[in-house]
């Protein structure tokens, strides 16, 4: 069974310019969420899509980031423009309802500099 | 809300030692637990689980018991190896609002690992 995709594994971007991150789930999972893991901490929720809809979104900063899931299966994640503490690894994962748990993709890398 | 406490790191044993990672959880419903090991260079992956009070997750020499009386989910090995070094996050998925937030993770903060030869 193929894992969680994501492309690309790192990026390098200046202030104030935009970046896409792409993720593809696990085949037949329904949920996809994105996370941002700074390092040193945990990962945080940003946005959470069941099929194409978003179930939670209260953490994602709605004035420079977006994300959307067209047609329920792979989903992108914008930010536009990047702060220098957006820096961070950006990790997509897919799982199916009722707390089973989720499975990771490798994560995007973003250095802002 | 939702959180997670973890022991702070880093953690540093000799190959063989015995392992305890302590995690402490807050939750307004019944979580399930989890435990995610990050591997240097790699991404997050599911190492074990409990979904209900005293149930016991294992995997690869991991275990970990769910404590709902002391809010915990230690998690312990036996005798560790060099190739366990990494970062270790507890994590909770709470479905108590009627089961809509599906799945949702709140992770700790994560404890290094570093086992020498």
């Known amino acids: 069974e193929a894992g969680v995709a994501q492309s690309p594994r790192y990026k390098i971007i200046e202030k104030r310019q935009s970046v896409a991150f792409w993720c593809n789930p696990i085949?037949?999972?329904?949920?996809l969420y994105w996370y941002q893991q700074i390092l040193g901490q945990g990962p945080k929720l940003l946005i959470q899509f069941q099929n194409n809809g978003v179930v939670d979104d209260s953490q994602l900063p709605k004035d420079r980031f977006s994300a959307e899931r067209l047609k329920g299966v792979d989903s992108t994640l914008k930010i536009q423009p990047a702060k220098l503490e957006d820096s961070a690894v950006y990790l997509c994962?897919?799982?199916?309802?009722?707390?089973?748990?989720?499975?990771f993709g490798p994560g995007t890398r973003l250095t802002v500099t | 809300g939702n959180s997670v406490t973890q022991m702070e790191g880093p953690v540093t044993l000799s190959e063989e030692a015995f392992l305890t990672i302590n995690c402490t959880y807050t939750a307004t419903g019944y979580p399930s637990l989890f435990w995610y090991v990050q591997y240097p260079g790699e991404g997050l992956q599911l190492l074990l689980k409990?979904?209900?009070?005293?149930d016991k997750g294992s995997n690869k020499g991991f275990e970990a018991t769910y404590r709902k009386e002391t809010t915990s989910f230690h998690l312990e090995k036996g005798s560790v190896q060099v190739s366990d070094s990494a970062v270790y996050f507890c994590?909770?998925?709470?479905?108590?609002?009627?089961?809509?937030?599906?799945?949702?993770?709140?992770f700790g903060q994560g404890t290094i690992l570093t086992v020498h030869p």
């Open positions: 409990a979904t209900k009070a005293d």
């Open positions: 994590a909770l998925s709470d479905l108590s609002a009627g089961g809509t937030s599906y799945g949702k993770l709140t």
């Open positions: 994962a897919s799982g199916t309802s009722g707390g089973r748990g989720q499975y």
């Open positions: 085949s037949g999972h329904a949920t």
